[in-house]
């Protein structure tokens, strides 16, 4: 099962690294006069709505709901129908959001006040400047964020359909235990099928494919050529979605960047202990918390359905304050790990995303497009005393570069390995519709005063989203305005034309190919290519440029390197560097025999 604090503590020690700059200055995106414009009115099943003017020239439409506001009863509950609207609505507002911790991108300066609402199913939209009367491909963004943090309108997508050539959708769903709760007393109460579900978060994801499928062509977009593509939490999203019957149609095109396929049992949703969820709090444990708290009477005391009426009135922040006090949440002040994606039977098969992965229709047999970053964990071993040193919270480097490098290279590439070559095997050998497979190598930042961040973040977790979007000037995209600069402009702006050409072709024809140009490399699908050329590799020129390369190491080669790597000179750094790799794999998914039993013979002391 997937912690959400893990992947949290990423995106917190890649922010903590880069805090040590000087603070960011907003580009193109912040300055953008969103005011209404009349080019953009037009007419969907709501009403009529009005935008305004995104990046590139662009038209967009910020904050247009797609379902009623899952308030009040409705807290915990499939998603119910937006209403119609009189007169012409206005859709110029990107920031809205559902409730989370702020800051959960901004490192140190962290405050972590509730933000946000309930009042947050909303939806925006971006279509190149003469998109009317077309129908263009149509590519629907689920942002990441460990699904606790994070928005719509986390990133200006404008570049992205300019550029591309597409229709771009990004949506909000309910984060944390206000998108995922398992319990009884809830099902009880349930008003329709689909209230028993437990994953309301997929649900909301859902209704704004289906919102998507209803009004896309009055945008100039094509219902019928639909791509879902999301980042880490969006991307495991996103498999949850190939998995559910009730995605049938919504969607012809799956891109999953730094994602697995992995869920929880429903059983240990509810109940289960954080021994086998990692970490994560179930429901019966949140409920017993707030019932020693004094905020909700014992269960067996009441009926389910006055506990569910208690549990729809719960303040907000008696809620995640109550998050923020289990264990696992303790060593990261602000971060919470509930149960998200569960097999409840009703969204996700109960066999499970990793069997459904690798049997006859248990997905989408859809073209699918899967990688990772080529140092996706490395910034975590900044956030890690034994492994750096300091001068004054000014300059950082590490104690030793080997053993800094091997705790980020094994447990990346067994990401790469479970979350990106095992699948495309599985994926190949059960369906027709073709995979294709990339690593993210782009490491370029380069160095401030003594701290080398190419060395101590390298291709990291996320770094590859202004590149996809052309999104370099964006605050989220370099929090403290150090990763990009003047030196690496060249490189980056000629990866970044190359990606979106990759992604986009993806979206008009369902493969990359060689671009939408037709003149980049070609990348060729995983059934296609032999081992030594089925991974596409995408990075600068200098570095070799995209390229088509060798396929992630297996496990077992893997773990022989590790058993002889010089660079881990003790015991304890290398059961440290095996307990991560277990770690990455409990939550991607996937089996690690010979690690597992590493360490309980020689790691225990």
């Known amino acids: 099962m997937l912690r959400p604090a893990f992947w949290a503590g990423l995106i917190m020690a890649c922010a903590l690294l880069v805090a040590c700059g000087a603070a960011a200055t907003k580009g193109d995106t912040a300055s953008l006069d969103r005011v209404p414009q009349v080019s953009t009115i037009r007419t969907i099943a709501q009403g009529e709505v009005i935008g305004t003017f995104g990046a590139a020239d662009t038209m967009a439409w910020y904050g247009i709901p797609f379902a009623a506001p899952p308030v009040g009863d409705l807290r915990w509950?499939?998603?119910?129908?937006?209403?119609?609207?009189?007169?012409?609505?206005?859709?110029?507002?990107?920031?809205?959001?559902?409730?989370?911790?702020?800051?959960?991108?901004?490192?140190?300066?962290?405050?972590?006040?509730?933000?946000g609402s309930e009042d947050c199913l909303y939806l925006n939209v971006w279509a190149p400047s003469d998109a009317a009367d077309r129908a263009l491909p149509v590519m629907v963004w689920i942002h990441g964020g460990a699904n606790i943090g994070g928005s719509a309108g986390m990133y200006e997508m404008g570049h992205l359909a300019a550029q591309g050539d597409v229709i771009v959708v990004a949506i909000n769903y309910r984060l944390a235990m206000l998108g995922w709760f398992a319990h009884p007393s809830l099902v009880a109460t349930a008003e329709t099928d689909l209230d028993r579900s437990m994953n309301f978060a997929l649900l909301d994801q859902i209704?704004?494919?289906?919102?998507?499928?209803?009004?896309?062509?009055?945008?100039?977009?094509?219902?019928?050529?639909?791509?879902?593509?999301?980042?880490?939490?969006?991307?495991?999203n996103i498999a949850a979605l190939m998995s559910s019957p009730l995605s049938d149609g919504l969607f012809h095109k799956a891109i999953m960047q730094s994602g697995g396929f992995q869920s929880a049992a429903y059983e240990d949703a509810v109940s289960g202990s954080a021994s086998n969820l990692a970490n994560s709090v179930s429901a019966d444990t949140f409920i017993e918390a707030m019932v020693e708290a004094g905020a909700l009477p014992p269960q067996n005391e009441v009926t389910p359905e006055t506990l569910a009426e208690h549990l729809r009135a719960l303040p907000l922040k008696d809620i995640f304050d109550t998050y923020q006090s289990f264990p696992a949440a303790m060593d990261m002040p602000g971060l919470i790990s509930p149960v998200d994606t569960a097999n409840d039977g009703i969204v996700v098969p109960e066999m499970g995303i990793q069997a459904a992965l690798r049997e006859t229709g248990g997905l989408?047999?859809?073209?699918?497009?899967?990688?990772?970053?080529?140092?996706?964990l490395r910034g975590l071993g900044f956030a890690d005393k034994e492994m750096m040193r300091s001068l004054f919270n000014l300059a950082f480097w590490p104690r030793d570069k080997g053993v800094y490098a091997a705790f980020g290279d094994y447990p990346d590439t067994v990401w790469a390995y479970h979350g990106v070559r095992a699948p495309a095997e599985a994926w190949a050998s059960v369906r027709t519709a073709p995979v294709y497979t990339y690593r993210f190598d782009w490491d370029e930042q380069g160095k401030k005063l003594l701290?080398?961040?190419?060395?101590?973040?390298?291709?990291?977790h996320s770094l590859e989203m202004p590149f996809i979007i052309n999104g370099f000037d964006q605050k989220e995209t370099d929090p403290?305005?150090?990763?990009?600069?003047?030196?690496?402009?060249?490189?980056?702006e000629t990866l970044s034309a190359q990606m979106i050409e990759y992604w986009s072709a993806f979206?008009?024809?369902g493969a990359p190919g060689r671009g939408l140009s037709g003149t980049l490399p070609r990348w060729t699908a995983w059934a296609e290519s032999p081992v030594e050329q089925s991974l596409m590799l995408l990075d600068g020129e200098k570095d070799g440029g995209v390229r088509m390369g060798p396929a992630t190491p297996t496990p077992d080669t893997l773990f022989e390197s590790f058993l002889s790597d010089p660079r881990m000179k003790t015991?304890?750094?290398r059961c440290k560097t095996a307990n991560m790799v277990i770690d990455m794999v409990s939550r991607v998914g996937g089996t690690l025999d010979d690690w597992r039993e590493f360490v309980e013979e020689s790691c225990e002391q």
């Open 77 to 115: 509950r499939a998603p119910r129908p937006a209403e119609a609207w009189a007169g012409r609505y206005e859709a110029i507002k990107p920031d809205r959001e559902c409730v989370q911790h702020d800051n959960l991108f901004d490192g140190a300066d962290a405050d972590w006040t509730l933000t």
């Open 207 to 236: 209704a704004a494919l289906e919102w998507v499928q209803e009004n896309i062509s009055a945008f100039g977009g094509d219902a019928e050529n639909v791509t879902v593509f999301g980042q880490s939490a969006g991307a495991f």
């Open 364 to 376: 989408r047999d859809i073209p699918l497009l899967i990688g990772t970053n080529r140092n996706e």
């Open 451 to 460: 701290t080398d961040i190419s060395f101590l973040v390298g291709a990291s």
């Open 480 to 492: 403290a305005g150090i990763f990009f600069s003047k030196k690496n402009k060249a490189s980056r």
């Open 507 to 509: 979206a008009h024809h």
């Open 571 to 573: 015991d304890h750094q």
